[in-house]
């Protein structure tokens, strides 16, 4: 089955810098990787996503880059703002099942300073 | 709208004791899960449901049972509770292969 792993665990950084978390996975079959934010308290939330026919893609200061061959995704944070201190999840899925199911990796506490 | 809400907040049970939690969504979507979060472990996947009428399991699904008997509930069951379900858990419905909402969370304790 699909693993995905995901580093670092914690990333400290001063408010402005940017930021960048980065994940593998190991099933080939995966073709969906969407990137949620957890803030202390609620539930995860979706803050972009990208499929396997694109390479990158950006919203804002948030973007993902996507390597199929290396198997490897990331989420670039520029410009870092105090409230984007959060935890940050990366997932691998694959459409073609019809479940959709997604595996988590195990998330990225980051914390801007001001 | 409310999104996807979850029913209890909080919980705490004693070892051998049963519970539902309640996944509750008025998004009209097909699509429904429940996950567990333990930290250091990221979200797993307990069981889901693609339509009313239908279940399936996930990564980690000993222990707990689900019914969707209306397109707009998802049920989570514990027949015995035991310590190793302490846990928060998220319930999260999509339309299809799209987006995952998540509801706020249930965080269980089992002493």
């Known amino acids: 089955g699909e693993n995905v792993e995901q580093h670092p665990s914690t990333l400290s950084v001063q408010e402005g810098d940017s930021a960048v978390i980065k994940c593998t996975y190991s099933?080939?079959?995966?073709?969906?990787f969407p990137w949620y934010k957890q803030e202390l308290g609620k539930g995860p939330q979706l803050i972009i996503d990208?499929?396997?026919?694109?390479g990158e893609k950006k919203d804002q200061r948030i973007a993902v880059t996507l390597n199929k061959t290396a198997k490897h995704f990331s989420l670039h944070i520029t410009e870092t703002q105090p409230e984007d201190s959060a935890v940050y999840f990366c997932?691998?899925?694959?459409?073609?099942?019809?479940?959709?199911?997604?595996?988590f990796g195990s998330g990225t506490r980051l914390l801007v300073r001001p | 709208n409310a999104g996807v809400t979850q029913t209890p907040k909080f919980r705490v049970l004693k070892t051998g004791q049963s519970m539902t939690l309640l996944c509750a969504q008025d998004?009209?979507?097909?699509?429904m899960y429940w996950y567990r979060q333990d930290p250091g472990m990221g979200l797993r996947l307990i069981h889901y449901?693609?339509?009313?009428?239908?279940?399936a399991k996930g990564e980690v699904p000993d222990g707990y049972n689900v019914s969707r008997l209306k397109k707009q509930n998802f049920l989570l069951g514990l027949e015995s509770a035991a310590p190793s379900q302490t846990s928060v858990y998220f319930c999260?419905?999509?339309?299809?292969?799209?987006?995952?909402?998540f509801g706020p969370g249930t965080r269980l304790t089992v002493l």
């Open positions: 999260a419905t999509s339309d299809r292969g799209n987006e995952q909402f």
């Open positions: 099933d080939s079959a995966s073709n969906y």
């Open positions: 990208i499929r396997s026919n694109v």
């Open positions: 997932a691998a899925g694959d459409e073609m099942d019809s479940s959709y199911k997604l595996i």
């Open positions: 998004m009209n979507h097909e699509y």
């Open positions: 449901s693609v339509g009313e009428g239908t279940t």
